[in-house]
């Protein structure tokens, strides 16, 4: 089974919650996504936050990654995936605001620079939708 975060949401899951079963963020095209994993612990927060037109999108981000990261801040290792935000070719106007939301996010991710955090980052190429999956029997994470 597998447990889908919601578009334009984020959440904190528990350990007990997924037990085995995967976590993913659905598809996401234009969309931002965030998985922050805590090995030890085994909680995860995910996030499917909606296009950069959304005024409300870095608010919540930093919502997000401050909880995470402030509940996380002695453990010895965090793991961070981050996708999303393609746009068309042809749309200038996309081009630029998937610009600015990858910015922002490398922004905010920088300003925590923590010594304990293992980063994969992967921006689609142009018209390409990603799904994130952190798979909940091995604990390792894919990007589809």
């Not at 995470?68 to 002695?74: G, I, M, P, Y």
């Not at 689609?124 to 990007?143: A, C, D, K, Q, Y």
Request: glycine residues 6%; negative net charge; charged residues 25%.
């Amino acid at each position: 089974m597998t447990q889908t975060i919601i578009q334009g949401t984020s959440r904190r899951f528990d350990p007990e919650e997924y037990d085995d079963e995967d976590i993913e963020t659905g598809g996401m095209g234009p969309c931002l996504g965030i998985l922050i994993y805590e090995p030890t612990s085994k909680v995860v927060y995910g996030g499917h936050f909606d296009g950069w037109t959304h005024t409300h999108v870095p608010h919540e981000v930093t919502n997000m990654l401050d909880e995470a990261f402030d509940e996380f801040a002695s453990s010895a290792s965090i793991r961070v995936y981050v996708s999303g935000c393609c746009f068309a070719q042809s749309a200038a106007d996309e081009q630029q605001t998937a610009k600015e939301l990858r910015t922002f996010v490398s922004d905010e991710l920088a300003k925590r620079n923590a010594q304990n955090i293992e980063l994969k980052i992967l921006w689609p190429t142009i018209e390409e939708s990603v799904n994130m999956t952190l798979h909940g029997t091995t604990r390792t994470f894919e990007m589809s």
